[in-house]
């Protein structure tokens, strides 16, 4: 057994910002952000928050699935943006989604209306940009062992409360946004997966903890925002992503030639542009929204695969390949048929 993906759904904030809006507020332009980046609009949470957004993509994948809540044995939830410490975002999103099954049940107009509890055992996980791509990689751990059969994976990221909105060169780039999948158990196809990480590395692309107060041990302020070195990211990427991907396909006894899509971390499009040419690969094969979204960090990948399923990109028995990379240092690729 290991995993497949059953369904997708995705749930993004309905505030547009775009690049010509940003610039009335700070000192940058459309041509700036979008010759570096591909960036032309990105969605900035205002009524919403991690785990609305979270919980809104789950429902939609639970629906894309024809599964309920009852079915799902665990919940999983990759963000570096949580709403709070604690509870976990995967625990919150168990008890929304519990919520809105009840209310279905006590509905006086849906009187026939049936409450199955959801029990899933939930947990989040940091892994930044990479964050789905372990999320997947878990799921799929905890598949081929054979302890669940059902279970959500979901990416969801508010950066535009950790970005500092004073420093143009990070807070153009990000975005807000969750994606989502139910992985289920099957015999068919295939999935496999790889990760990597560096922490060596951690410094180029961080978010501190903000002080607090403890009177006992002042630690020196930290600014509570992300910071990036944004070359040393990109060379990064452009390096390990091709060689991750490469050494994947080679464990599988894959070509290149018999993958029909591969879904990249929407950081920038020259990154993507850069690994398909090392990868000696079209573009036609790389599928792009980052123009829409931004960076949404850990939601990217899930948000890009929800709109290729539901425009009927993928046709059944395609083999993508799914690859994120960013903070920790972090990088993996999961290969999957669909
Ligand atoms: N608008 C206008 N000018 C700007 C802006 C802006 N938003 N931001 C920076 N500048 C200016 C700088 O001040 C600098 O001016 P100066 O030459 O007068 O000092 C100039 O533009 C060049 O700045 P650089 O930082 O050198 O710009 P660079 O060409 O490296 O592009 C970028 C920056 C787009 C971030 C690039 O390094 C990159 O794409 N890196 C990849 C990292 C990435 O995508 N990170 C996303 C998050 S990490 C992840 O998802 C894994």
Request: glycine share 8%; with cysteine; proline share 3%.
């Amino acid at each position: 057994m290991h995993g497949k993906i059953m369904g997708t759904g995705r749930c993004v904030p309905d505030k547009v910002v775009d690049n010509d809006y940003l610039s009335t507020v700070m000192d940058t332009s459309d041509e700036w952000i979008s010759s570096r980046t591909g960036i032309r609009e990105r969605r900035i949470a205002t009524t919403e928050s991690t785990v609305t957004m979270a919980a809104g993509a789950a429902e939609n994948a639970l629906l894309s699935a024809g599964l309920g809540i009852r079915d799902v044995d665990m919940i999983l939830v990759a963000t570096a943006s949580p709403d709070n410490f604690v509870p976990g975002t995967a625990c919150e999103v168990q008890a929304i989604l519990n919520k809105e099954a009840e209310e279905v049940k006590t509905d006086p107009e849906n009187p026939s209306g049936t409450y199955e509890a959801c029990h899933a055992v939930c947990m989040d996980i940091n892994a930044a940009c990479s964050g789905f791509i372990y999320a997947l990689s878990v799921a799929n751990a905890f598949i081929q062992c054979g302890q669940y059969r059902n279970i959500l994976v979901i990416g969801v990221e508010t950066l535009s409360k950790i970005v500092d909105w004073s420093d143009r060169s990070t807070c153009v780039l990000f975005g807000d946004g969750a994606g989502a999948v139910v992985i289920g158990a099957s015999e068919d196809g295939i999935f496999r997966h790889l990760l990597h990480t560096d922490g060596s590395m951690g410094h180029v692309l961080s978010c501190h903890c903000r002080d607090n107060n403890n009177p006992v041990v002042r630690n020196e302020v930290q600014t509570g925002y992300v910071q990036m070195d944004g070359q040393e990211v990109f060379k990064f990427a452009v390096k390990r992503v091709p060689e991750c991907i490469s050494e994947l396909l080679e464990q599988n006894h894959i070509e290149k030639k018999d993958i029909n899509y591969y879904l990249l971390h929407q950081a920038n499009v020259k990154i993507i542009k850069s690994v398909a040419k090392r990868l000696g690969e079209e573009m036609e094969k790389f599928p792009v929204n980052l123009d829409k979204y931004g960076n949404t960090s850990a939601a990217s990948i899930p948000i890009l695969l929800d709109e290729c399923n539901r425009s009927g990109m993928f046709k059944k028995g395609d083999k993508l390949v799914l690859s994120g990379f960013g903070g920790g240092l972090t990088w993996g690729a999961v290969l999957l048929e669909w």
